[in-house]
């Protein structure tokens, strides 16, 4: 048997529980574990996403011997900044890094009534978009769930608004940021759930959208667990065009995904919602009246608004961003044809803040992806 020296003893890594991401439920487990009450979840979760408290010693009601036992086991960590950016417009831009390097965004716009946050759940993406910069990387790895809500907590943070009792700084959060939210299921539903739980950041099921390309089957799964709102990426009227753009398409065409979003509405208590349709507007490929018409079409039974957002260009790319005259031209067909159409404006321009716009230097890795998105398209299947 081999001898271990100190040094072997201390290299060990110190694996602690990062007790950020994880939900009552999941809290109330860990403390029932450690062969402590339940109750104590709550009182963790408080300090943590109502207080902003990272520190386990100033959890005062925790007493004194059970915080020791705490520091030696747990931690609360969230991912770190490497900078951030305020817009002339008020956005606010973080680039975060986490665990092994990489590099994902979260972008905080604020309107009148309202602040939305903008958050990533994959540090990259598989799916290949072909507009999107996000998808020109590859993929890397999934977000833990602890570093999905740590952008909300970082955020919230950032404003000095935890203790100010001005955790509502954030009122919305859409999952828009990089990566395909539905390829990270599990740790997709945590961070969503501990943005609804009340212990945690309270926001309104409908305050909270997932946005997918469309990836059926766990869409399915997610109808049966959660009642956040839905937005989907269609960007195309007709298969032959989608799946040039959105290349899941071709293992889930657009029939099947609608039929699916229609499902993930129904089985919502809430009978009034709708899906948020997202079509990304480019110069001559899919902004044409024909296009516009085609869509309305489609749509006509459908239960949904529509959010046209003009294409933001990125060096990579030839694609080109639509004439504000073009723009307007879609968007009158579809209100034309009785739809609610919203026209997502620019904000953080000078920051480059557009949602899946990201840092830095964009490496293909596409084909690190190819392996990546048969993998986990596999697990989903399974699992589902
Ligand atoms: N993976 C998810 C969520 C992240 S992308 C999804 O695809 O829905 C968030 C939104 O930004 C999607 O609607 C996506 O199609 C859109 N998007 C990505 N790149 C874009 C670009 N360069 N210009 C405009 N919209 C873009
Ligand atoms: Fe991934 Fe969404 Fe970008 Fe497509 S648009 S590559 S699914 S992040």
């Known amino acids: 048997m081999p001898v271990m020296t100190t040094e072997a003893v201390e290299e060990q890594p110190q694996t602690r529980v990062n007790l950020l991401g ?14 402590e009450k339940k109750f104590r979840a709550q009182q963790v979760l408080k300090w943590i996403h109502h207080s902003g408290v990272t520190d386990i010693g100033e959890m005062t009601n925790l007493g004194v011997a059970l915080r020791e036992k705490l520091l030696g086991i747990a931690e609360v960590r969230p991912p770190e900044i490497v900078s951030q950016q305020d817009s002339i417009d008020g956005t606010r831009k973080w680039v975060i890094r986490v665990d092994g390097g990489g590099m994902v965004e979260a972008v905080l716009i604020p309107e009148a009534k309202r602040a939305t946050l903008c958050v990533s759940s994959q540090v990259g993406c598989s799916l290949d978009c072909s507009f999107c910069s996000t998808g020109k990387q590859g993929f890397q790895r999934d977000l833990t769930a602890a570093e999905i809500i740590g952008q909300v907590w970082l955020a919230i943070k950032s404003y000095d608004a935890f203790q100010a009792g001005n955790g509502r700084i954030v009122s919305n959060v859409v999952m828009m940021g990089m990566g395909e939210p539905l390829l990270n299921f599990d740790n997709v539903v945590s961070a969503m759930d501990l943005m609804l ?12 959208t997932l946005s997918t390309s469309g990836v059926v089957p766990a869409l399915d799964k997610l109808a049966k667990v959660s009642e956040v709102s839905l937005a989907v990426s269609l960007h195309a009227p007709n298969d032959a065009l989608r799946n040039q753009l959105v290349p899941i398409n071709r293992k889930y065409p657009i029939k099947v995904l609608l039929e699916s979003c229609r499902n993930y509405i129904a089985a919502q208590r809430d009978k009034k919602r709708v899906v948020t349709v997202e079509y990304t507007l480019i110069a001559g490929v899919n902004d044409q009246v024909e296009h516009a018409r085609e869509l309305a079409e489609l749509l006509s039974d459908f239960p949904c608004k529509i959010n046209l957002i003009p294409f933001n260009t990125f060096d990579q790319s030839d694609y080109k961003r639509p004439s504000g005259n073009a723009v307007s031209r879609f968007w009158q067909v579809l209100v034309d044809a009785g739809y609610i159409v919203t026209v997502r404006t620019t904000r953080g321009d000078d920051i480059n803040a557009a949602c899946g716009q990201l840092v830095g230097q964009v490496v293909d890795r596409t084909r690190r992806s190819e392996r990546h998105r048969k993998a986990a398209d596999s697990q989903i299947i399974h699992v589902g």
Do not use: H, N, P, W
């Open 197 to 208: 739980e009340d212990l945690a950041y309270g926001l309104s099921k409908r305050r909270v």
């Open 22 to 35: 994880l939900t009552l439920a999941q809290m109330e487990g860990f403390f029932l574990d450690i062969g």
